[in-house]
């Protein structure tokens, strides 16, 4: 490879690099889909509240437990108690399990968890990306012949990531 081609690789990858760069510090962008304004420096999220009919007594912890890890991993905001910058508020207000497909014979083959959690959102230095209430839902599916005991966990693992994803980019992503 002659040294003119290496000279202009050189070159390219450097001004890749500060366009990239350029980009992220903005804060109106970054790569990992977040449009969070430069001025935001933290966020709360609070612990999301149980009011579901059908219990379970961990979830209310694994949704505010993931969501926070997800904020922490994928952005730069720092996580605080109280008068965060964003805040996030939440209550898992549905958990139903419902046959969702049935066989000839009338007997359900596939049972389907669904889990619906109601968030709101405040961002304290842009109001106007508020949202004071909006429902989130997720679901698996898993065979009508196991308990539901027996999969549980493993479900709410699946739409646990779900949930915290829908919520992440309704929040930050604005998708």
């Known amino acids: 490879m002659s040294s003119g081609n290496i000279f202009k690789k050189i070159v390219m ?16 962008y970054s790569f990992t889909g ?3 304004q430069a001025d ?14 059908k219990v379970n007594p ?12 997800k904020f922490l991993k994928l952005t730069r905001l720092e996580l605080v ?5 964003l805040e996030i508020t939440g209550v898992v207000s549905g958990y139903d399990v419902k046959a969702s497909a049935v066989t000839a014979n009338e007997q359900a083959a596939t049972s389907r968890l669904t889990v619906t959690v109601k968030v709101s959102f405040t961002n304290r230095k842009y109001p106007e990306e508020d949202f004071p209430d909006k429902s989130f839902s997720a679901y698996a599916d898993f065979d009508a ?3 539901l005991d027996a999969v549980e966990a493993s ?20 998708w």
């Not at 935001?40 to 009919?53: D, G, H, L, S």
Request: charged content about 15%; aromatic content about 6%.
């Open 13 to 28: 990858t450097l001004a890749l690099s500060a366009v990239a760069l350029y980009m992220q510090s903005c804060g109106i």
């Open 58 to 69: 961990s979830l209310s912890n694994q949704i505010t437990e993931a969501l926070q890890e």
């Open 145 to 147: 012949m196991q308990s």
């Open 81 to 85: 108690d109280m008068d965060g910058d």
């Open 155 to 174: 479900l709410c693992e699946e739409i646990v990531e779900q949930l915290c994803e829908d919520i992440f980019n309704a929040t930050v992503a604005r």
């Open 34 to 36: 977040t449009s969070i």
């Open 40 to 53: 935001v420096q933290t966020i709360t999220i609070n612990y999301f509240e149980y009011t579901a009919m």
